[in-house]
């Protein structure tokens, strides 16, 4: 079964250090892989995807995430981290079947930036 | 992209009674998705809405809790029935829009029921 797993429930950072949230998935093909961002009271905004080619993605707000398939894992990083980065993050697998995605979350990640 | 509308934001409850939420998105759109969110915990898929059809449910949804409408391609409602205090929640509606093979949320709608 499709599943994803972040292990990470909290992470705590200072301003200007370097982040890695870690995403392992459960997938029998070549998954479609998600990071979303959630703020406080807010849905979920879009970071970056991975269909195909490169297997290190950029997306917005300067994160980036490589996919790893002898891993099975699609870790979000970013070199520098910002306040205003706090945040839940949410890693998604999308699961194509009858003609759409189904997308499969993970249990997310909150972050604090310590100033 | 979609700009997806929902409301109301937020709203508390008395147990027993139901609640509808709507979702209107900006364009058109095949697919609507809405899921839920307990508290601390990921997003759980409710149902896929498509236009004209019956609502499809996950495993653990019935219709007669969560009925949904679609009547057209930019509109849906869910509605959460008989409420409990179990179904405090944030339920956030979702649509794939056909170009850009990626999910796009509404803000959401917190739900507390006392």
């Known amino acids: 079964a499709q599943s994803v797993t972040q292990p990470d429930i909290h992470i705590t950072v200072s301003e200007g250090a370097s982040l890695e949230l870690r995403c392992n998935y459960s997938?029998?093909?070549?998954?479609?892989l998600f990071w979303y961002v959630q703020s406080p009271g807010q849905g979920l905004q879009l970071l970056l995807k991975?269909?195909?080619?490169?297997?290190l993605v950029q997306g917005i707000k300067g994160f980036e995430a490589e996919f790893k398939r002898s891993q099975s894992s699609f870790n979000l990083r970013k070199p520098s981290v910002h306040w205003s980065d706090a945040a839940e993050y949410f890693c998604a697998v999308g699961a194509r079947g009858s003609g759409t995605y189904k997308y499969i979350f993970g249990t997310g990640t909150r972050l604090k930036v310590l100033a | 992209s979609a700009v997806i509308s929902q409301k109301p934001s937020r709203d508390i409850c008395q147990r027993g009674t139901s609640l509808t939420i709507q979702c209107q998105v900006d364009?058109?759109?095949?697919?609507m998705f809405w899921y839920r969110q307990q508290p601390g915990q990921s997003l759980t898929l409710i149902a896929t809405?498509?236009?004209?059809?019956?609502?499809?449910?996950e495993s653990g949804f019935v219709i007669d809790k969560f009925p949904i409408s679609r009547p057209n391609l930019t509109f849906s409602t869910l509605t959460v029935s008989n409420m409990s205090p179990e179904d405090s929640s944030i339920y956030l509606c979702?649509?794939?829009?056909?170009?850009?093979?990626?999910?796009?949320f509404g803000q959401g709608t917190r739900l507390t029921v006392v």
């Open positions: 997938y029998g093909a070549t998954p479609y």
């Open positions: 809405a498509n236009q004209g059809s019956e609502a499809t449910y």
């Open positions: 991975y269909f195909s080619g490169d297997t």
């Open positions: 979702s649509v794939e829009t056909p170009m850009n093979t990626e999910a796009f």
């Open positions: 364009s058109q759109v095949t697919m």
